[in-house]
């Protein structure tokens, strides 16, 4: 797949073929080299939407690219942690370079409720500037305005106004939440015409290129890929609702865009955009060191429409692993002096048929009783308070909002009626009022022995929660049944399935150790900005430096 993008890209007067994987993976440096005594010239921070730390493992035995060589070259913590309640895409990209837990940053959930806005949509996007004119949160004018704290970038700008920071990615909200408010280059894949960037930003010639090289592979069809002998067991069907999945190989009709949205061609031609961007740009060719980062998004399309443990995900496993090595293996030849980070925005749950077929018999899919909706009507029914909605949420799991016309006296007769019902549900794990949550101290220690409230605290803003917060039980899935249409599997729980993520560093030269024990993805901004000897005052984040030298030595010391 690579080698046909690189290959359009190249008709395109654009950049040299990416090499076909596997790759050759150079050998490691000896113990003891001095990789870290002088700052990277490039970073290369990149999240892989929905790649659970369980996924990373489970096929861990069989890479052979750029996952083999992070993972026995690198620095490698398996047991990294998106440490939030809130498991979802814009709060885990928000965590990822900001060394701040949405609770700072202000990217609570994907998207929140304010109902004393102006517009009639009261639903706001997390990557939106809903006082555009016309914005709304489903055809929304894209903006990093919500997000409150410096990205690395941004704070590398600060400290020195020449280096240049870049961000790209298969979704708009990686991309913003990982460049931040001052980035050079923002780009996202916007529809079947290719990447687009803000409203108002010219595009330049390199992503004219890009574009033109997309919409040729597009117009091809695709007849799937291979599916690796790994993938074997994984391959027989599954029902979910009306749609079966299981067995897939990603065969598309030309012009298919959902079918390219929706498979390793997306990470493909994201990492061919990354690197002819580094070209273009000349990143890390200067005195200063630039940053870009990338935002690989087709695992989680997967993961939402197949699952995580069919062919489909298998296969696009694989693909990532060959894609990384083809992209890494092309920073080697250029002589780029780079350091990789790669992580991910949270985990992922597959769909609780398949578990059911494979010695899970308890997997269950949410009670529709549970949606706001159905909620909403039960407690005008229970209060006998008629003619509104008094429960505004975005889905029968997190924040649940109440209307803000009640009186006081309504408020209390709405949420103690709704406390009762949840908290007597058989799929509901606990409830916390907002009260509870405000009063909790911001949490510390080892991220794995965090309790429910303490996650739900690291995901709380005073003005974007919801008044109650809604948690289910381990093993049900928050689709419902009659809700089994695009999707089948989704995230966003505050259970080790959604909140485990890998954490792996690469650098040439380094020595190469792995730490099983947990860390979180607030500590990998301070990490980085050591590296380049970049003071961050410990109080304005919540992560820490991880020291990435083997045995003696430190690499937070600086």
């Known amino acids: 797949m690579l080698k046909k993008v690189a290959a359009a890209l190249l008709l395109a007067g654009s950049v040299p073929a990416l090499a076909q994987s596997p790759t050759t993976v150079p050998a490691t440096a000896p113990a003891g080299a001095p990789a870290l005594a002088t700052a990277p010239k490039l970073i290369v921070a990149i999240s892989v939407d929905q790649f659970s730390a369980d996924l990373f493992s489970e096929y861990r035995q069989y890479y052979t690219g750029g996952l083999k060589r992070l993972t026995e070259q690198g620095v490698v913590f398996p047991r990294g942690y998106q440490s939030h309640a809130a498991t979802e895409t814009c709060p885990g990209h928000s965590t990822i370079l900001t060394g701040s837990r949405p609770s700072r940053t202000g990217i609570i959930a994907n998207s929140w409720f304010d109902l004393g806005a102006a517009r009639a949509d009261k639903s706001v996007y997390c990557a939106e500037d809903e006082t555009q004119p016309g914005s709304s949160s489903d055809n929304y004018v894209a903006s990093p305005i919500h997000l409150k704290v410096p990205t690395l970038g941004g704070r590398m700008k600060i400290a020195n106004p020449a280096t240049r920071v870049v961000s790209i990615a298969g979704k708009d909200r990686a991309a913003i939440m990982m460049g931040g408010p001052t980035a050079d280059q923002v780009w996202w894949l916007g529809g079947p015409k290719g990447y687009v960037s803000y409203k108002g930003v010219a595009v330049p010639p390199l992503v004219a290129k890009v574009n033109e090289a997309m919409a040729r592979r597009l117009a091809e069809a695709n007849p799937g890929f291979e599916l690796p002998p790994q993938c074997a067991a994984k391959d027989f069907p599954v029902k979910a609702g009306d749609k079966t999945v299981g067995t897939g190989r990603f065969a598309r009709e030309g012009g298919d865009y959902k079918g390219f949205r929706i498979s390793p061609e997306q990470d493909a031609m994201t990492l061919a955009f990354a690197a002819a961007a580094i070209e273009a740009m000349a990143l890390g060719k200067q005195a200063q060191t630039d940053i870009i ?124 009626a709704t406390l009762a019902l949840l908290r007597a549900h058989p799929q509901v ?44 039980k381990p093993r049900v899935m928050s689709i419902p049944e009659s809700a089994v249409m695009g999707n089948v599997a989704t995230h966003g729980s505050p259970w080790d399935t959604d909140r485990r993520v890998p954490i792996l560093f690469w650098r040439k030269g380094l020595t190469h150790f792995e730490q099983p024990l947990g860390i979180e993805t607030v500590d990998i901004m301070p990490t980085l900005a050591a590296l380049i000897k970049l003071p961050v005052p410990k109080d304005q984040i919540d992560g820490r430096c991880l020291d990435l030298i083997a045995g003696d030595g430190d690499s937070c010391a600086n």
């Open 293 to 416: 980062s990338i935002g690989l998004s087709a695992t989680d399309y997967i993961g939402h429409t197949y699952g995580t443990e069919g062919t489909e995900s298998c296969i696009q496993v694989d693909r990532l692993d060959r894609e990384l090595g083809a992209f890494f293996d092309r920073l080697d030849k250029d002589g780029t002096d780079y350091v990789v980070l790669l992580t991910a925005d949270h985990g992922g749950h597959d769909l609780p048929e398949r578990h059911r077929l494979n010695a899970m018999p308890m997997e269950q899919r949410v009670d529709t009783a549970l949606t706001p909706k159905a909620l909403s009507a039960v407690i005008a029914e229970k209060t006998g308070i008629a003619g509104k909605t008094l429960i505004w949420g975005d889905g029968p799991a997190g924040d649940l909002y109440f209307d803000r016309g009640l009186t006081a006296a309504e408020r209390a007769k709405v949420e103690a």
């Open 429 to 472: 794990q606990t409830v916390f009022t907002k009260a509870e949550i405000a009063a909790t101290p911001s949490p510390s220690g080892p991220p794995e022995s965090w309790s429910l409230i303490q996650e739900a605290r690291a995901s709380f803003d005073p003005q974007r929660s919801g008044d109650l917060l809604l948690l289910l």
